[in-house]
């Protein structure tokens, strides 16, 4: 806002943040000034890490993590997405969805949790329910802020020209929405992993979340720490990934 | 934040639908008595009073009048994407019930669509109406020629000048072929050098198109540039003071400024504007 940087510098800062923590750990733990049973040492996790590289069975933690978020994700973004357009785009949808979609963002997840439970077991359903009904009511509100945000002499001009209401909708809201939904698609997904942990935390016996529980019953830390790295690292990598294909996508954005 | 999608309300106006009839000579547009109020609980106001204004085929005419005079307005009922409070505006004869194709429009606010093309910008209107390729390809070259800015065809709007963009609206209302071209300050916001260039080029589409203009402006000198009829408008309530005619014939080079006819006239639509630019 007060002083632009140069890509370059701006990565460095970004480095030296990294390397900074990383310093003042390593520092810490070759001083012993923290019991290593409450902060292990990087090299420590480093060979945690490598062992747990080796082990089918973590991946297979992995692997079923990374299925439910996007089972539970995907199924939520099938339904807010059009939903939020909607509700953007005419006045009765909004007032159809919008309030309940405000009251019921409001429950915190964890609340909802004995209640899916009671509906859906605590079978692979619950924990896909989970990610979905955290994800999908701030979805709705969000897509359908997007909507509303759309410039509306983009629409005159498409009446202006001929459009029919229908043709409004398909070749100038929609195109014009992309942009925007592409990136509340992209936080919301982050907000799909902290839904996931809750769920794995509760009620389940694979996954990431469940092998940092039972980690932390036996006081290994290092597991622990190792996978939060690996939510950590899934989540930055997805992320990363939305943003690429945002740039490939839209290239317009920048006049290219 | 009201919901985007408002398609502008077809009122069905009880009356006549008059088609013209065969032999007799109808204005392009006929304002016949229109008010617009915009009313909510607390208030009402009345930014259009009973304007009666008529504009022949062909003809250029431009809208003067301080901010807040309703030029914009009457615009937009023009175009048909506001209802008149009362009266009626028929265009060809057909009474004004919503936006549609027969009315292109060119706003001050740069409102091409980002994610087309200079060309696909252009032949917009073309693809609604299903028009073949080949069509379609014949009309953009033509106006991408006017406009002068065949080596950006394929460039998006983003990589383009503001001065640039209007000459892609304009081209892409013209590519329609509207019987009515309504533009709203469409160089508003341009360099003076620009603004000057872009009068010029308008000024010879015109010319070579024979499309009906009505254009809105607050620029004294650019309403005598481009038109032949200046309709001068006042605010509180919006409505229309005056009507001047200019005498200048339609090829018209940038050197008309300088003439002394040009500065008479000037001075007198200053002179008439003065007093309803001071009572605001
Ligand atoms: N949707 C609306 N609701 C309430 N008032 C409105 C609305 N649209 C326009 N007005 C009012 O009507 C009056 C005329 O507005 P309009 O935009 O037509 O003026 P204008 O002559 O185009 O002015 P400018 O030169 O500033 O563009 C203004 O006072 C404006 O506040
Ligand atoms: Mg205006």
Not at chain 1, 91 to 110: N, S, T
Not at chain 1, 143 to 148: E, G, L, N
Not at chain 1, 198 to 226: H, P, Y
Not at chain 2, 53 to 62: A, D, K, M, Q
Request: contains cysteine; hydrophobic residues 50%.
């Amino acid at each position: 806002m007060f002083s632009n940087l140069s890509p370059a510098r701006y990565a460095g800062l970004a480095v030296g943040s990294f390397v900074f923590l990383a310093a003042l750990w390593v520092v810490t733990s070759r001083n012993g000034w923290i019991d290593p049973a409450f902060l292990p040492s990087p090299s420590r996790i480093a060979d945690e890490l490598r062992t747990e590289l080796g082990d089918p069975q973590w991946w297979s933690h992995v692997g079923i993590s990374v299925w439910r978020v996007t089972v539970g994700f995907l199924l939520a973004a099938a339904l807010a997405v059009p939903l939020g357009i909607l509700a953007g785009a005419y006045g009765w949808m909004d007032a159809l969805v919008a309030p309940l979609c405000e009251f019921i963002r409001y429950i915190p997840v964890p609340a909802l949790l004995p209640l899916i439970m009671v509906w859906a077991g605590i079978g692979e359903w619950a924990k896909i329910l989970v990610i979905a009904v955290g994800s999908f009511f701030q979805m709705v509100l969000m897509v359908a802020d997007d909507t509303r945000s759309v410039s509306r002499e983009w629409l005159q001009a498409a009446f202006t020209l001929g459009a029919k209401t229908r043709q409004a909708f398909f070749l100038v809201l929609i195109p014009a929405i992309l942009p925007r939904l592409t990136n509340t698609v992209r936080l919301v997904l982050g907000w799909a992993w902290t839904y996931l942990v809750v769920a794995e935390l509760v009620a389940a016996n694979s996954g990431l979340g469940f092998a940092i529980m039972k980690a932390q019953r036996f006081l290994r830390t290092d597991t622990v720490f190792t996978g939060i790295l690996a939510i950590g690292l899934l989540g930055l990598i997805t992320d990363r990934l939305l943003v690429l294909l945002h740039r490939k996508a839209f290239p317009y954005l920048e006049g290219r | 934040m009201t919901p985007v999608f408002q398609r502008p309300v077809e009122k069905a106006i009880p009356g006549e639908d008059r088609q013209p009839e065969p032999g007799i000579r109808m204005p392009r547009i006929s304002v016949e008595g229109v008010s617009k109020i915009y009313r909510s609980k607390k208030w009402e106001f009345t930014a259009l009073d009973r304007i009666d204004l008529t504009v022949e085929e062909g003809e250029f005419v431009s809208l003067l009048g301080p901010s807040g005079s309703g030029k914009s307005t009457l615009l937009r009922l023009i175009a048909g994407l506001e209802p008149p409070t009362e009266g009626r505006i028929r265009v060809d004869g057909r009474t004004v019930k919503g936006p549609g194709a027969d009315r292109g429009m060119v706003f001050q606010r740069y409102t091409l669509f980002p994610w087309l093309t200079v060309e696909q910008n252009i032949a917009f209107g073309l693809r609604l109406r299903g028009e073949s390729r080949a069509k379609r390809r014949e009309v953009v070259e033509h106006y991408l020629r006017k406009i002068g800015l065949e080596a950006f065809r394929s460039a998006y709007p983003k990589a383009l000048s503001g001065g640039m963009q209007q000459r892609v609206a304009i081209a892409r209302a013209l590519a329609n072929r509207p019987s009515v071209l309504l533009m709203d300050e469409p160089f508003g916001a341009l360099d003076p050098i620009t603004k000057g260039q872009m009068q010029e080029m308008l000024v010879q589409l015109w010319e070579q198109e024979g499309t009906t203009v009505i254009f809105v402006t607050h620029d004294v000198e650019e309403a005598i540039f481009l038109s032949q009829r200046i309709v001068i408008m006042a605010a509180n309530p919006g409505r229309i003071i005056a009507e001047v005619r200019v005498p200048f014939g339609r090829s018209r080079g940038y050197d008309l400024r300088d003439t002394e006819a040009f500065l008479h006239l000037k001075r007198q639509i200053v002179r008439r504007l003065e007093p309803v630019m001071a009572e605001k």
